[in-house]
Structures are given as structure tokens and as C-alpha cells.
């Protein structure tokens, strides 16, 4: 079955910065559409980003528009989010997933696949 494997998250203190991996295995990567998504204790899970299958259109929360910045090699198989300047209201769980609906204007829909996830928690 297809598997997503996120990797990259860790302890940071505010202002810093991170960059999280999903890497995908039995899935035709390069034909999917994949996004980042979050969860927060006692928060709905939150759209963070989501990128086109061939990296054309990208979507970013309002939340993190300016700090974040997504991208794919679909040589790799993997996607990346690049997290800089982070906050405190960051830190969360942070999900891939494949085979989401990518909208500028309406963001980013859950896929079928989902990681494991990866925790990300900020310091202030």
C-alpha cells in the first residue's frame, strides 16, 4: 500500500527554522497532488500548504504565507516544506498527504494517503 514517511521536525526556538520531508513510496508521486497539513492539540486539523502534482500552483494558509515555502522532486519522490521564522503557534503535528485538491482560492483538500506525522514545537 502506499506509504508517506515525514521526517524533519523537531524542537525550535522561535525565529528559527525547519524543513520537513515526506517521502512516498508505491504511489506514481509525480502524478498526485500533495499538501501539508497540521494538527494542534485541541485544534482542528489546519490545510498548511499544498502543491500541484507538477509543482505549478501552490497554496499557502494565511497563517504561514510569507514563512513557509513548499516544494516536490518528483525524481526523489519526496515533498518538502520549508519553515522559516517560526512561532510559538506553530508548533503542532505536521501531516503529508497525497492526492489532495489543490485551490487557490479554497486551499487545500485531504487526500487518501496520509504519514505518520511529524511533531514540530516551537519555543518562545
Known amino acids: 500500500q502506499v506509504q508517506l514517511a515525514e521526517s524533519g521536525g523537531g524542537l525550535v526556538q522561535a525565529g528559527g527554522s525547519l524543513r520537513l520531508s515526506c517521502t512516498a513510496s508505491?504511489?506514481?508521486?509525480?502524478?498526485?497532488?500533495m499538501a501539508w497539513f497540521r494538527q494542534a492539540p485541541g485544534k482542528e486539523r489546519e490545510g498548511v500548504s499544498c502543491i500541484t502534482w507538477s509543482g505549478s500552483i501552490t497554496y499557502y494558509a494565511d497563517s504561514v504565507k510569507g514563512r513557509f515555502a513548499i516544494s516536490r522532486d518528483n525524481a526523489k519522490n519526496t515533498l518538502y516544506l520549508q519553515m522559516n521564522n517560526l512561532k510559538p503557534e506553530d508548533t503542532a503535528m505536521y501531516y503529508c498527504t497525497a492526492g489532495t485538491s489543490v485551490s487557490t482560492n479554497y486551499g487545500c483538500g485531504s487526500g487518501p494517503y496520509w504519514g505518520q506525522g511529524t511533531q514540530v514545537t516551537v519555543s518562545s
Open positions: 508505491r504511489l506514481r508521486f509525480g502524478d498526485v497532488n
